[in-house]
């Protein structure tokens, strides 16, 4: 047999992998039947959850009675309750990028750990605030820990699972954020009537929900310490026996076991890969200085502007997170009860009833769309998501322009624009909720993927930011123009990807190059360095197969040896 290396011992490597651990279930069963990875996975919803309840909680308690009363001079206006709610992204903006370096100088595990410490404090100020300085300084401090968490988490749980179960991870952090967005709904609705919903409403009306996120956090920070350190960190930092310590007991197989050797390998060839790029491409930032090492930081970002193909991928990734924003989704989650009320439901309880609609479609959309991505393609899920979301914006504007000065005498008319409201909610839940991160993440060739992800996810919070603080100016003033806004770049999102973007379903690695026109094959020249590192480590054709023979044949030797005697 050959010594295929490189891209085709990737595959070789896979399926000895799948034979060796035929018995590793994938999906849900595998996460039942590995309890370490499932613990892994409940504290990767919990980081989630907080993402998702943080998107969803602030915009009901807006609308609450003794919320107004207390931070009235920055909630009544329009400019500054933009403010008030878009500080956090600006906040997780900052957070996301700091944590790039803190991941690998702190180790996942202890980032999560420093995350969840600087979330905590930024709730609590939240929390005991008894003017708006208060507000805006725990919001931008809650969203530094969310910005980092939501980077962090999942970075350590897809270095440290096993393959067969890391596409489950993916859908359970996602359905974590929506289920995460459904609850902060329900749990304002259901506060909100703490001492009525008037004049007599206490405040822990407002300061319950903030508070509570106190719960997760802690629970996610303290577990974290209890849980081993990524394998990949350990690699990377030269431990490599407690890597495959990790391996071992995360996998609940000797530390000599073949598959334990054969991912312990994977993931050192995947550490010398990165090292021998940064080598080839970048040999003055060499002698390991921390000058060196921020200059080749630099460096790094700067060629993925100077390479066609790359400077497409950067433009896809980006565009893709700032259609994502712009088609208004956050608007909603953020301003829904004012949104709500705007269209006829004044009622403070009926609005917020409303808004626990929006959550529990969004949740419900989520689920179908892990089981339809794959098969159906990224294309075809997001034009179609953003042609919905567009025509139900279009009818919520229409519905707005024709009755804004009479929903009382057309209640119907305002039932039905709320209907369009949660048709949205499941046309991105579909679409754009899971699909966009998918297309960001899986477009990068492997020597640039984190740096080009770091410019997607910066983009992503930059616009996030900057729409959360629009919103309510707009809504003031636009009125209906704000859905026929929304709607256009939701249209415009939906073309964009119809004429733009390439489907990336069943594309190789080694297509991706061609898929994206590059005029360098930077995929051949990272498929060279690859080759020669796996034929390093022995992860061949003829390596792994010709071993697996001789102690084969070395046990059935001993076997006939012992039956003998």
Not at 182 to 200: A, C, F, Q, R, V
Request: proline share 3%; aromatic share 12%; with cysteine.
């Amino acid at each position: 047999m050959g010594g295929t290396a490189g891209v085709g011992g990737t595959a070789i490597a896979l399926q000895r992998r799948k034979e060796l651990g035929a018995s590793v279930k994938s999906g849900a069963a595998g996460l039942i039947q590995n309890r370490q990875v499932f613990a892994i996975t409940v504290f990767a919803s919990l980081g989630g959850l907080l993402y998702g309840y943080n998107q969803g909680v602030f915009s009901s308690v807006l609308a609450m009675y003794s919320f107004k009363q207390r931070m009235a001079s920055d909630v009544l206006d329009p400019d500054k309750q933009g403010w008030m709610v878009a500080i956090l992204e600006l906040g997780a903006w900052f957070g996301a990028l700091c944590t790039g370096v803190l991941v690998d100088l702190l180790s996942r595990k202890y980032t999560i750990v420093l995350a969840t410490i600087i979330f905590c404090i930024g709730v609590v100020v939240q929390t005991s605030a008894s003017a708006p300085p208060s507000i805006y300084g725990g919001r931008f401090i809650v969203g530094m820990g969310v910005g980092s968490l939501s980077m962090a988490v999942p970075l350590y749980n897809a270095e440290l699972a096993p393959p067969e179960i890391r596409g489950s991870l993916v859908a359970l952090q996602q359905l974590a954020i929506t289920f995460g967005i459904m609850i902060s709904y329900w749990i304002d609705l259901g506060t909100n009537h703490i001492g009525g919903t008037g004049e007599t409403q206490k405040e822990a009306a407002w300061r319950l929900p903030l508070g509570l996120q106190l719960a997760p956090a802690v629970v996610l920070g303290v577990g974290i310490l209890f849980q081993p350190f990524s394998p990949r960190w350990l690699v990377n930092k030269g431990r490599d026996e407690e890597a495959q310590q990790v391996l071992s007991n995360a996998r609940k197989l000797p530390i000599d076991h073949e598959l334990i050797i054969l991912e312990y390998k994977e993931i050192k060839a995947q550490h010398l890969f990165d090292v021998e790029t940064a080598k080839i491409r970048f040999p003055e930032y060499q002698d390991g200085s921390w000058s060196s090492s921020f200059k080749l930081g630099v460096a790094s970002y700067i060629s993925l502007f100077k390479t066609k193909s790359l400077f497409y991928r950067v433009a896809i990734g980006s565009l893709t997170m700032f259609f994502q924003q712009w088609s208004g989704v956050n608007g909603i989650l953020y301003y829904a009860p004012t949104i709500f009320k705007s269209l006829g439901l004044t009622d403070n309880s009926t609005s917020l009833l409303a808004t626990g609609v929006v959550g529990v479609a969004m949740f419900l959309a989520t689920i179908p769309a892990v089981l339809w991505v794959d098969g159906l393609g990224r294309k075809p899920v997001l034009v179609s998501g953003a042609f919905v979301m567009a025509a139900c914006h279009f009818i919520v504007g229409a519905l707005t322009a024709t009755y804004r000065d009479s929903w009382d005498t057309h209640a119907s008319a305002g039932w039905a624009a709320c209907a369009f409201v949660w048709i949205f909610a499941i046309g991105f839940g579909y679409s754009w909720g899971p699909c966009a991160w998918i297309i960001v993440a899986e477009i990068w060739p492997l020597s640039v993927r984190g740096k080009g992800l770091s410019i997607a996810t910066s983009s992503n919070w930059m616009n996030n930011f900057i729409v959360g603080q629009v919103t309510p100016t707009m809504i003031t003033h636009l009125s209906y123009g704000t859905f026929i806004f929304f709607g256009s770049f939701a249209f415009l999102g939906g073309l964009f990807v119809l004429f733009f973007v390439p489907e990336t379903k069943g594309v190789s690695l080694e297509e991706m190059e061609e898929v994206f026109g590059g005029s360098k094959n930077l995929i051949a020249e990272d498929q060279a360095i690859l080759d020669k590192i796996y034929q390093d480590l022995g992860l061949t054709e003829h390596a792994l197969y010709h071993k697996s023979d001789e102690e084969n044949s070395s046990d059935k030797g001993s076997n006939e040896k012992a039956e003998k005697e």
